[in-house]
């Protein structure tokens, strides 16, 4: 059987021949969604390159938002993944989230979205009280309340204003505490770590990880009955396996660690994460094939459907890890949920070709590579516009 192949450049220089691995059945993905997990993607968002400013292209966003929940995963907008703070503002966030609401509604699907305080000049974050706290509850409690007339569920993420600005804990607690006492309905919370985004340093008052999680849990015990769950992103799975089991009763653990997902999912005696994760818009069909297996109560399956993936998300979350959303949208152009690989700001140039050409690879051994002729054929094209002919 000839089985595709295609020359990459090598990391260190030279070439080497790729042979695409043969494709595993095809998974009955239509039985709704994950029954014994809650499973969000968090999603890209897809630039219009021929618009003068750029600005987004609508229907393909939306369009990989149906994909999504066709396989019955739900979605998590307007955060990170979708360029949140990284070329995505406010204005341009609060019409994704209001045109995914809308999705959302026809397609019956499950819908999150990140609220932050990005409103309040996302250019002044120098050091010092640039706020109020009282203008940060504010901020917060305006990207919730559109949130929720939009048909989300509210993500108060952190904030870079926040962190430029509170003196310690105290001021966190009052923030958030402010924000908890007001919101309309239940919320989730979202601890997002330096590697993802170094203003995030010191966030919940104190560089050191035990007090801030101290910190963060005294508001979570205090305000449990408005919290239906917490997702972490500190890649330590260590970390959240016991943040978890700390949590009050009714209040979820949603990983977002794009390193130790597999074991953070299937769990332990104690409990398991459920699962909010970037790496989940790169891998959605295996990921959704995997957690079919957890359901049907075979762990072994669903190991050896996932943890393929990870050297994938290794790779794709490499430092400088906040740069993974160019990869992110690389696979979708590859797997042809968008006609280019253009990004919102540029951000397509982000990670180098040798870095793209191993993620190519790793994606084909994850069985990430939906239609494997068509990737070959725009993996070609993006070397033969950087200078590689084969």
């Known amino acids: 059987m000839n089985r595709l192949r295609i020359v990459l ?14 494709r595993s059945p095809v998974h009955d993905l239509t039985a709704g969604a994950p029954v014994t997990r809650t499973a969000y993607a968090a999603a890209h968002v897809v630039a219009d390159p021929l618009a003068d400013p750029q600005g987004l292209d609508w229907d393909a966003t ?10 019955g995963l739900g979605v998590a907008d307007a955060m990170d993944t979708a360029q949140r703070g990284g070329g995505l503002d406010w204005p341009a966030a609060r019409e994704l989230i209001a045109r995914s609401g809308a999705e959302a509604r026809t397609a019956g699907g499950a819908l999150v979205c990140g609220a932050m305080t990005d ?21 917060y409690i305006e990207q919730a309340g559109w949130i929720r007339q939009s ?16 003196r310690d804990a105290d001021d966190y607690r009052e923030v958030y505490g402010a924000v908890l006492r007001q919101v309309d309905g239940p919320v989730l919370l979202h601890w997002l770590g330096e590697a ?41 799975a260590a970390r959240e396996v016991a943040l978890r089991r700390r949590l009050p009763p009714g209040v979820s653990m949603l ?12 769990g332990d005696e104690h409990g398991h994460s459920g699962a909010l994760l970037g790496v989940f818009d790169a891998i959605a069909a295996p990921a959704r094939a995997a957690l079919a297996r957890l359901d049907a109560g075979d762990e072994a399956g669903y190991t050896a459907l996932l943890e393929p993936t990870v050297p994938l998300a290794r790779h794709l979350f ?34 180098s070709v040798p870095h793209l050409s191993t993620l190519f690879a790793l994606a084909d051994r994850a069985g990430a590579l939906a239609d494997p002729p068509l990737a070959v054929r725009r993996m070609r094209s993006f070397l033969a516009v950087a200078g590689f002919e084969s």
């Open 9 to 22: 450049p090598a990391a260190g220089g030279g070439t080497r021949t790729h042979v695409l691995a043969e």
């Open 62 to 71: 939306l369009a990989f938002r149906r994909h999504l929940w066709s396989l």
């Open 119 to 139: 409103q309040l000049n996302p250019g002044r974050l120098n050091p010092g009280r640039s706020w109020t706290l009282h203008d940060l509850t504010d901020a």
């Open 151 to 166: 048909g989300g569920t509210p993500v108060i993420m952190g904030s870079r204003q926040l962190a430029a600005t509170a």
């Open 196 to 236: 993802f985004d170094p203003a995030m340093r010191a966030y919940w008052g104190d560089a050191d990880l035990d007090r801030a999680a101290e910190t963060m849990l005294g508001i979570i015990a205090e305000h449990a009955d408005r919290i239906t769950g917490i997702k972490i992103s500190l890649l330590d």
């Open 255 to 266: 990983t977002g660690d794009d390193f130790h997902y597999t074991e953070l999912i299937r």
């Open 318 to 351: 490499a430092a400088p890890t906040s740069a993974y959303k160019t990869g992110v949208v690389f696979l979708a152009w590859l797997n042809g949920h968008q006609d280019h690989f253009h990004m919102v700001g540029g951000a397509q140039t982000f990670r």
